[in-house]
């Protein structure tokens, strides 16, 4: 008999299914390491007053822009030399040197860096203003229609 | 956008996705880089020039060849081609940096 007894509070907690219970559903994502950079902005080319330049930065030009958008901290930005215009007179590239600057704003802080230089990316989203020089260290820029392009590259 | 390819013949190979995040439809060129960004023409592409619908997604193959060399690093590099160009045209690159080991083991 206190045999019996005994087993009786057992097999009622065994079978007690009548309190609430709350479960978990989990949810998995995964970010992909990734860079994306699109070119918002094209800019103009102003010329100088000595025929000199043809610049973004003179009168009459303007910055180019584009937006880099970085899941992590991995990437650099570099803009890739110019070594010719896209378009240009049959002298455009004689005596032309070249070269571009940028600056950065949002995830990224920078000012005035040499397009050459890499500049570490911050994850989000970096606006990135860019300039391009063409200086004649010799002559003048003729008389034509001028373009350039400037690559803004996005590596880890 | 980084990642090791161990190889025991004379090449890897690496699948690169890509999309475009234009709103418009734009051309992609695919190039391969060393680490000096000199252009490494003996990479096989399995599309070098393409174009995407907007947010449109693709996959291409490449393979890197090791040249007898027994580690590599390359860049694969898509960028976006402008249809118009002004005065000062700006593009965008976006590369992965894809390092190939040999191994004989």
């Not at chain 2, 291409?60 to 002004?86: D, F, K, M, N, W």
Request: some cysteine.
């Amino acid at each position: 008999m206190k045999k019996q007894l005994g087993i009786v509070p057992v097999l009622l907690l065994a079978t007690g299914t009548s309190f609430a219970q709350t479960d978990d559903v989990i949810f998995n994502g995964t970010v992909s390491d990734s860079c994306t950079v699109v070119a918002d902005t094209n800019g103009t080319l102003g010329l100088n007053g000595t025929g000199t330049v043809l610049a973004s930065t003179e009168t009459g030009g303007s910055a180019g822009q584009a937006t880099i958008t970085a899941t992590g901290t991995s990437f650099n930005v570099t803009i890739d030399a110019i070594t010719t215009f896209t378009t240009g007179p049959a002298d455009a590239d004689t005596n032309t040197t070249f070269s571009t600057t940028y600056d950065a704003s949002g995830a990224t802080s920078a000012t005035g860096v040499d397009g050459a230089t890499p500049t570490s990316l911050g994850s989000g989203i970096t606006t990135l203003g860019v300039n391009a020089n063409a200086t004649k260290t010799s002559g003048i820029f003729s008389a034509g229609s001028y373009s350039l392009t400037a690559t803004v590259r996005c590596a880890p | 956008m980084e990642a090791d390819i161990i190889t025991f013949g004379e090449a890897g190979a690496v699948r690169a996705a890509l999309r475009n995040p234009y709103a418009t439809a734009r051309r992609f060129e695919i190039e391969a880089f060393d680490l000096d960004w000199n252009v490494v023409d003996t990479v096989r592409l399995t599309r070098s020039r393409l174009s995407l619908a907007p947010g449109g997604q693709t996959s291409l193959l490449a393979v890197l060849p090791l040249e007898g060399q027994e580690e590599r690093t390359i860049y694969l590099c898509a960028t976006s081609v402008p249809y118009r160009q002004s005065s000062a045209g700006v593009r965008g690159q976006v590369c992965g940096r894809y390092r190939v080991v040999h191994r004989n083991y």
